[in-house]
């Protein structure tokens, strides 16, 4: 069984920056695609950034400059650095983990409240 915790949520002002980290365990962390998503109340889920087993890296276009994902495979984690932080980042972010191959994300954590205040 696969367990993703988040961490390194918070209440931030416009422009600060924020590290969310995901560590995980109970599987093979090096072969997953990693992800993380943020859903706002009354707002679809998003997916912000993902970065796969083999080190290819996306990011939605309202992040893109600002948030940079990374992964630390011997630590088990995955990171999600904040820069420039606006009022629409607020939300419930979530780390997410697929087997290579899957199409859907298929592990979760519980997530992490970001909110940043104008």
């Known amino acids: 069984q696969v367990q993703l915790v988040e961490s390194g949520g918070g209440l931030v002002q416009t422009g600060d920056s924020l590290r969310l980290s995901c560590a995980a365990s109970?599987?093979?962390?090096?072969?997953?695609?990693m992800g993380w998503f943020r859903q706002d109340p009354g707002k679809e889920r998003e997916l912000v950034a993902s970065?796969?087993?083999?080190?290819?890296?996306f990011y939605a276009d309202s992040v893109k400059g600002r948030f940079t994902i990374s992964r630390d495979n011997a630590k088990n984690t995955v990171y999600l650095q904040m820069n420039g932080l606006k009022p629409d980042d607020t939300a419930v972010y979530y780390c997410?983990?697929?087997?290579?191959?899957?199409?859907?994300?298929?592990?979760w954590g519980q997530g992490t409240q970001v909110t940043v205040s104008s």
């Open positions: 970065i796969w087993s083999g080190g290819r890296i």
């Open positions: 997410a983990g697929r087997p290579g191959g899957f199409s859907k994300y298929v592990f």
């Open positions: 109970g599987g093979t962390f090096r072969t997953y695609d």
